[in-house]
């Protein structure tokens, strides 16, 4: 059986440490109980060992073919998208009445770990198709739902967002793709988009782009964008028209190359016909529940790419010999057998880094989906508002740690394979290629850490941060009541009077109106709390494992529980540490990298 996830894993974050049970109570999921989630994983595991897997160093080898305006896919494309719809993993969270299985977002974000970890192009053919079809789903009329979301759930019409543009990058304020209305109620939409991933292909009949554009006399900046269906081919009474969507190009890429991202031309021919979703001048704010949904989706990816990569450095280091451990005198016998790498400590230093960041990310991003199914199903209003604050304040740092500290995590499985992690014999190298994408993908790393920084932080007050610290006590409490954890709940509490007390100095700047000075090292504090967020986490993994050792209901051999406890302990004397550097620079008063008037170019002179 191909091991590229700890299926285990996943069901121990879900059931013993962040407590699905409470999400199941509620009255949309009594269809559901924990046994039920443990078989439909072990289902999803099977799907993805059978159909995902074994294509996922083929995809990167045959890549995306571009030509004569014409894009190929891998064809195997096709059937992972029917079989997808077929067994409901497209839209599985909509609701019985528009087809879907209710699932909670706790079930389908393990699921995904698993498909992303097995084939991460494959699946995103299928996330953004779930994710355009919700937008429609959420925000449009009926009739725009019937006309194209049971084929996109199907898996027979695939989705895509297309918001950047070629001037505009980030800055959506700067997109000029135009909507005009026509006189059947629909809108011309002229304009190009780039980087428009799933865009077009031959592995679905059509393909339903979500489209930003801006209606004559809208106003400017964000305030004057609207949301539209724009078809690839329009529906008739004769079935489908093309509607002048036309792909201009592929981007080539150094990873993920069976994953298309195009450059579309939306109307050349002033053919191309879209509809509204929603009111007008409202498609960033709809087009935001779809990103923020994607970011979270984006760190699922990279944390399930590490994870592949970690199960794929364990296997080699568990079969590779070399070398032979040091004896009693601090020499090598040279007439003893070879060991196996696993047994030197600088590999095992380096295997256990992969594993604190790969389980350390699913646990938050387990925690985020708990948060995400209340934040809607939640019996009050006072707790859904709690956890869609909660989950605001989170969600930036569950999109950037897992892209960043990935690919810090899968260039040490490269390391352990020593030269093979270079080659092309290790799926090592293809991870590592893959996974850097996601630090850009959904707004990259700077964008992530100005959001958590310049609005999460200070949101509502500063009614955000007190919640997640209260939460975090919650925890601590519970770890202080083992003996052999409270050293480590003290090192959490330590850690967040840190966090205070960085804040505390950098929003002194915001107050005195000195945005840029407040903002200028937001990279670097992201990086800060996002370590204390992962130090959080595996306080939690630890006290849950110590609960079931402790009572002995133990559902999971005893290995797997004092493997949690020893992998906290490693966080804690490797990773935490790093905090005390990153608060010095936070604290330190010199300023150098804020540009001067007449000086933009002095520093690099």
Same mark, same amino acid.
């Given at each position: 059986?191909?091991?590229?996830?700890?299926?285990?894993?996943?069901?121990?974050?879900?059931?013993?440490?962040?407590?699905?049970?409470? !999400?199941?109570?509620?009255?949309?999921?009594?269809?559901?109980?924990?046994?039920?989630?443990?078989?439909?994983?072990?289902?999803?595991? +099977?799907?993805?060992?059978?159909?995902?897997?074994?294509?996922?160093?083929?995809?990167?080898?045959?890549? !995306?073919?571009?030509?004569?305006?014409?894009?190929?896919?891998?064809?195997?494309?096709?059937?992972?998208?029917?079989?997808?719809?077929?067994?409901?993993?497209?839209?599985?969270?909509?609701?019985?009445?528009?087809?879907?299985?209710?699932?909670?977002?706790?079930?389908?974000?393990?699921?995904?770990?698993?498909?992303?970890?097995?084939?991460?192009?494959?699946?995103?053919?299928?996330?953004?198709?779930?994710?355009?079809?919700?937008?429609?789903?959420?925000?449009?009329?009926?009739?725009?739902?019937?006309?194209?979301?049971?084929?996109?759930?199907?898996?027979?019409?695939?989705?895509?967002?297309?918001?950047?543009?070629?001037?505009?990058?980030?800055?959506?304020?700067?997109?000029?793709?135009?909507?005009? =209305?026509?006189?059947?109620?629909?809108?011309?939409?002229?304009?190009?988009?780039?980087?428009?991933?799933?865009?077009?292909?031959?592995?679905?009949?059509?393909?339903?782009?979500?489209?930003?554009?801006?209606?004559?006399?809208?106003?400017?900046?964000?305030?004057?964008?609207?949301?539209?269906?724009?078809?690839?081919?329009?529906?008739?009474?004769?079935?489908?028209?093309?509607?002048?969507?036309?792909?201009?190009?592929?981007?080539?890429?150094?990873?993920?190359?069976?994953?298309?991202?195009?450059?579309? !031309?939306?109307?050349?021919?002033?053919?191309?016909?879209?509809?509204?979703?929603?009111?007008?001048?409202?498609?960033?704010?709809?087009?935001?529940?779809?990103?923020?949904?994607?970011?979270?989706?984006?760190?699922?990816?990279?944390?399930?790419?590490?994870?592949?990569?970690?199960?794929?450095?364990?296997?080699?280091?568990?079969?590779?010999?070399?070398?032979?451990?040091?004896?009693?005198?601090?020499?090598?016998?040279?007439?003893?057998?070879?060991?196996?790498?696993?047994?030197? =400590?600088?590999?095992?230093?380096?295997?256990?880094?992969?594993?604190?960041?790969?389980?350390?990310?699913?646990?938050?991003?387990?925690?985020?989906?708990?948060?995400?199914?209340?934040?809607?199903?939640?019996?009050?209003?006072?707790?859904?508002?709690?956890?869609?604050?909660?989950?605001?304040?989170?969600?930036?740092?569950?999109?950037?740690?897992?892209?960043?500290?990935?690919?810090?995590?899968?260039?040490?499985?490269?390391?352990?394979?020593?030269?093979?992690?270079?080659?092309?014999?290790?799926?090592?190298?293809?991870?590592?290629?893959? !996974?850097?994408?996601?630090?850009?993908?959904?707004?990259?790393?700077?964008?992530?850490?100005?959001?958590?920084?310049?609005?999460?932080?200070?949101?509502?007050?500063?009614?955000?941060?007190?919640?997640?610290?209260?939460?975090?006590?919650?925890?601590?409490?519970?770890?202080?009541?083992?003996?052999?954890?409270?050293?480590?709940?003290?090192?959490?509490?330590?850690?967040?009077?840190?966090?205070?007390?960085?804040?505390?100095?950098?929003?002194?700047?915001?107050?005195?109106?000195?945005?840029?000075?407040?903002?200028? +090292?937001?990279?670097?504090?992201?990086?800060?709390?996002?370590?204390?967020?992962?130090?959080?986490?595996?306080?939690?993994?630890?006290?849950?494992?110590?609960?079931?050792?402790?009572?002995?209901?133990?559902?999971? =051999?005893?290995?797997?529980?004092?493997?949690?406890?020893?992998?906290?302990?490693?966080?804690?004397?490797?990773?935490?540490?790093?905090?005390?550097?990153?608060?010095?620079?936070?604290?330190?008063?010199?300023?150098?990298?804020?540009?001067?008037?007449?000086?933009?170019?002095?520093?690099?002179?």
């Amino acid at each position: 059986m191909a091991k590229y996830v700890n299926v285990d894993h996943l069901k121990f974050l879900l059931r013993e440490v962040h407590g699905m049970d409470e !999400v199941l109570e509620l009255p949309r999921f009594e269809d559901y109980d924990v046994d039920s989630i443990d078989m439909l994983l072990d289902s999803v595991k +099977d799907y993805a060992d059978e159909e995902l897997y074994p294509y996922v160093v083929e995809m990167d080898r045959v890549g !995306v073919k571009y030509e004569n305006n014409t894009i190929t896919a891998h064809p195997h494309i096709e059937r992972v998208l029917t079989t997808a719809g077929a067994n409901g993993y497209i839209c599985g969270g909509f609701d019985y009445d528009d087809g879907g299985s209710q699932m909670p977002h706790m079930a389908s974000i393990a699921a995904n770990f698993i498909t992303s970890a097995a084939n991460n192009t494959a699946v995103g053919y299928i996330g953004l198709t779930a994710g355009a079809a919700g937008l429609i789903q959420a925000y449009g009329s009926r009739d725009l739902f019937d006309a194209y979301v049971p084929n996109m759930m199907a898996g027979k019409w695939g989705g895509t967002m297309a918001l950047t543009e070629p001037q505009a990058g980030s800055s959506l304020s700067d997109i000029v793709t135009s909507a005009k =209305p026509n006189d059947d109620g629909s809108y011309l939409i002229e304009g190009h988009k780039i980087f428009i991933s799933g865009g077009d292909h031959q592995c679905a009949e059509n393909i339903i782009h979500l489209v930003l554009a801006r209606m004559e006399g809208a106003p400017a900046g964000t305030k004057g964008i609207s949301l539209f269906v724009v078809p690839k081919h329009r529906i008739t009474d004769g079935g489908l028209e093309y509607n002048d969507v036309q792909t201009a190009g592929e981007f080539e890429k150094m990873g993920q190359k069976g994953y298309v991202t195009t450059h579309l !031309v939306f109307g050349d021919d002033k053919h191309c016909q879209g509809w509204l979703v929603g009111e007008a001048n409202k498609g960033l704010k709809y087009m935001f529940k779809m990103m923020n949904g994607a970011r979270l989706e984006v760190g699922l990816t990279a944390a399930s790419i590490a994870s592949a990569a970690y199960e794929a450095s364990l296997q080699y280091a568990k079969e590779r010999p070399q070398g032979r451990k040091l004896d009693g005198s601090g020499g090598k016998n040279a007439n003893a057998p070879q060991t196996l790498i696993i047994n030197h =400590p600088d590999v095992r230093r380096m295997l256990m880094l992969q594993k604190s960041v790969v389980e350390g990310c699913a646990s938050l991003l387990t925690l985020c989906s708990k948060y995400l199914d209340l934040s809607h199903y939640a019996q009050s209003e006072d707790e859904r508002k709690k956890y869609h604050m909660l989950l605001e304040l989170l969600t930036p740092i569950a999109k950037t740690y897992p892209s960043e500290m990935g690919r810090v995590s899968i260039s040490n499985g490269m390391q352990v394979l020593g030269g093979y992690g270079f080659t092309t014999d290790f799926p090592l190298e293809q991870y590592y290629r893959d !996974v850097r994408i996601t630090a850009l993908y959904e707004g990259t790393t700077g964008i992530q850490s100005l959001d958590l920084l310049g609005r999460k932080m200070l949101m509502n007050n500063g009614e955000a941060i007190k919640g997640l610290m209260a939460e975090m006590q919650k925890s601590i409490a519970g770890a202080q009541t083992f003996d052999d954890l409270k050293p480590y709940a003290d090192k959490l509490s330590r850690l967040m009077g840190d966090a205070e007390k960085v804040l505390t100095h950098l929003v002194g700047f915001a107050m005195q109106g000195k945005f840029e000075r407040f903002l200028s +090292d937001a990279t670097i504090f992201m990086e800060f709390f996002s370590t204390i967020v992962i130090a959080w986490q595996w306080v939690e993994m630890a006290t849950a494992a110590k609960k079931a050792m402790v009572t002995g209901n133990m559902i999971r =051999p005893e290995e797997f529980y004092a493997a949690q406890i020893h992998t906290m302990k490693f966080y804690f004397k490797y990773e935490v540490p790093k905090t005390n550097g990153l608060a010095e620079t936070l604290l330190d008063s010199e300023v150098l990298t804020i540009v001067e008037e007449g000086k933009e170019a002095a520093a690099f002179a």
